[in-house]
């Protein structure tokens, strides 16, 4: 992130405060700066374009499941990698083509198959059983959908397991390593001559660019093995997935896309010789650095001697850091009432979130300027997964998310992505309203 950005982000942080899109009625929200996306998208197309290369970039809606941010990706010319019919259902909503959309998931139905199949859309398939289901699919109905299959190159984990999708017993792809697993692959191509991509994805956070790198090039070692079974190109395209990690410890912006395409062109020089078009489906590493959670501290207190400042922001949007702070780790500026960055020595302290249990701790022991009741902490990298992925703990509403633009000269100004979920919201969503249960 540039200085520049960072500007940006604390002119946003005061101005959020000043307008009162934080407040005591709305005592946390997301953050979207619309700069910062639109330098990592273009970051990204300049890192994988190569001349007589076909790359076509597509979002993982995953990472931030909000249509205006995928229809402002599609505008900087990113498509949408689903998992879901509901992912589907936004990607459509923001006007993503279908030819520029591909799905993913271990777990289709028949019925989302069928779907993607009718629209054209891309297909990775996950197992033979989908394999199955696909055959019979297209002889009631040919589709002009591409479609692959997904491997697991078993190349091995990074340091968060739960990110790491090509160990020895993942769940996703066909584990290519098993016994008698590349033989069925092979014959799986030959015998259906629509099969003309191949996926592969590694993993995400934790992973380093080294071992991404290896399950690219197994993947690509196994179309050329393909294709010459075959004798010809069946294989035309491969989906290398995404994934690339995210620095939560700096605003530093590393690893770049740059670099991972440079290892790729090192390590996999066939991949970008022409003969192969590339798919990627990256998600974190396009919109963490520019997404910010704002709150405000509502007590100050101590325990123990700790002190601890109780905030607004907890693991209903800092999910993954208060259950597993190792590994996912936040930066926090304490701040003001004003919004402004807080002055004075700093002391060890908690910050913990509303949430009804002890662990609701978004930093542990972090050395901050003391805050106190009615000033704001900001949870910085958090543009993906965090304020799009609510966790509905104490029935705790969703926060509203706002997109923000540098205006030379004046106030950043803001755009609505998501409004705050309403008390009536919350309570349909929950059933009020329904019949009572018969005793």
Same mark, same amino acid.
């Given at each position: 992130?540039?200085?520049?950005?960072?500007?940006?982000?604390?002119?946003?942080?005061?101005?959020?405060?000043?307008?009162?899109?934080?407040?005591?009625?709305?005592?946390?929200?997301?953050?979207?700066?619309?700069?910062?996306?639109?330098?990592?998208?273009?970051?990204?197309?300049?890192?994988?374009?190569?001349?007589?290369?076909?790359?076509?970039?597509?979002?993982?809606?995953?990472?931030?499941?909000?249509?205006?941010?995928?229809?402002?990706?599609?505008?900087?010319?990113?498509?949408?990698?689903?998992?879901?019919?509901?992912?589907?259902?936004?990607?459509?909503?923001?006007?993503?083509?279908?030819?520029?959309?591909?799905?993913?998931?271990?777990?289709?139905?028949?019925?989302?198959?069928?779907?993607?199949?009718?629209?054209?859309?891309?297909?990775?398939?996950?197992?033979?059983?989908?394999?199955?289901?696909?055959?019979?699919?297209?002889?009631?109905?040919?589709?002009?959908?591409?479609?692959?299959?997904?491997?697991?190159?078993?190349?091995?984990?990074?340091?968060?397991?739960?990110?790491?999708?090509?160990?020895? !017993?993942?769940?996703? =792809? +066909?584990? /290519?390593?098993?016994?008698? &697993?590349?033989?069925?692959?092979?014959?799986?191509? #030959? $015998? *259906?001559?629509?099969?003309?991509?191949?996926?592969?994805? !590694?993993?995400?956070? =934790? +992973?380093? /660019?080294?071992?991404?790198? &290896?399950?690219?090039?197994?993947?690509?070692?196994? #179309? $050329? *093995?393909?294709?010459?079974?075959?004798?010809?190109?069946?294989?035309?395209?491969?989906?290398?997935?995404?994934?690339?990690?995210?620095?939560?410890?700096?605003?530093?912006?590393?690893?770049?896309?740059?670099?991972?395409?440079?290892?790729?062109?090192?390590?996999?020089?066939?991949?970008?010789?022409?003969?192969?078009?590339?798919?990627?489906?990256?998600?974190?590493?396009?919109?963490?650095?520019?997404?910010?959670?704002?709150?405000?501290?509502?007590?100050?207190?101590?325990?123990?001697?700790?002190?601890?400042?109780?905030?607004?922001?907890?693991?209903?949007?800092?999910?993954?850091?208060?259950?597993?702070?190792?590994?996912?780790?936040?930066?926090?500026?304490?701040?003001?009432?004003?919004?402004?960055?807080?002055?004075?020595?700093?002391?060890?302290?908690?910050?913990?979130?509303?949430?009804?249990?002890?662990?609701?701790?978004?930093?542990?022991?972090?050395?901050?300027?003391?805050?106190?009741?009615?000033?704001?902490?900001?949870?910085?990298?958090?543009?993906?997964?965090?304020?799009?992925?609510?966790?509905?703990?104490?029935?705790?509403?969703?926060?509203?998310?706002?997109?923000?633009?540098?205006?030379?000269?004046?106030?950043?100004?803001?755009?609505?992505?998501?409004?705050?979920?309403?008390?009536?919201?919350?309570?349909?969503?929950?059933?009020?309203?329904?019949?009572?249960?018969?005793?």
């Amino acid at each position: 992130m540039t200085d520049e950005a960072a500007v940006r982000r604390q002119d946003a942080l005061r101005s959020a405060v000043e307008t009162g899109l934080v407040s005591e009625a709305e005592p946390v929200v997301g953050l979207l700066d619309v700069a910062g996306v639109r330098q990592a998208a273009t970051s990204l197309h300049a890192a994988f374009a190569t001349p007589g290369v076909a790359v076509e970039h597509t979002f993982a809606v995953k990472a931030a499941s909000l249509v205006p941010v995928l229809a402002l990706l599609g505008q900087y010319g990113l498509g949408a990698e689903v998992a879901s019919p509901g992912e589907l259902a936004l990607a459509r909503a923001a006007g993503i083509p279908p030819e520029k959309t591909v799905l993913d998931s271990p777990a289709k139905t028949t019925a989302e198959l069928r779907e993607a199949l009718s629209l054209g859309i891309a297909v990775n398939v996950d197992n033979p059983q989908e394999i199955a289901r696909i055959d019979a699919l297209l002889a009631a109905a040919p589709s002009a959908s591409p479609i692959g299959l997904r491997v697991n190159p078993q190349v091995g984990g990074g340091s968060i397991d739960a990110m790491s999708t090509a160990t020895a !017993t993942s769940k996703f =792809g +066909v584990a /290519l390593r098993d016994p008698g &697993a590349e033989e069925w692959v092979l014959r799986t191509y #030959a $015998e *259906r001559p629509w099969l003309n991509r191949l996926h592969t994805h !590694t993993g995400s956070q =934790g +992973v380093p /660019l080294p071992l991404m790198a &290896a399950g690219v090039r197994a993947a690509y070692d196994l #179309a $050329e *093995r393909i294709n010459a079974a075959a004798g010809r190109r069946q294989v035309t395209v491969l989906d290398i997935g995404g994934g690339l990690p995210v620095n939560f410890g700096s605003d530093d912006i590393t690893p770049s896309f740059g670099d991972y395409a440079d290892l790729l062109r090192a390590e996999v020089p066939g991949l970008f010789d022409g003969r192969y078009g590339i798919v990627t489906e990256f998600g974190r590493a396009l919109l963490a650095k520019h997404g910010t959670v704002l709150a405000r501290v509502e007590y100050a207190k101590s325990a123990g001697g700790r002190p601890i400042a109780v905030t607004h922001a907890g693991a209903q949007v800092a999910t993954r850091t208060v259950f597993a702070p190792d590994a996912w780790p936040l930066r926090v500026l304490a701040l003001d009432a004003a919004g402004r960055p807080k002055t004075g020595a700093p002391v060890v302290q908690d910050v913990a979130g509303p949430c009804c249990f002890a662990g609701d701790l978004v930093a542990r022991g972090r050395e901050l300027p003391p805050l106190d009741a009615g000033d704001h902490v900001a949870l910085l990298d958090t543009g993906a997964y965090y304020f799009s992925t609510h966790f509905a703990y104490n029935s705790l509403p969703r926060p509203a998310v706002w997109a923000f633009t540098a205006v030379p000269g004046a106030a950043p100004a803001f755009a609505p992505v998501r409004a705050a979920q309403s008390m009536a919201d919350l309570l349909a969503e929950s059933g009020a309203g329904l019949p009572p249960l018969t005793p």
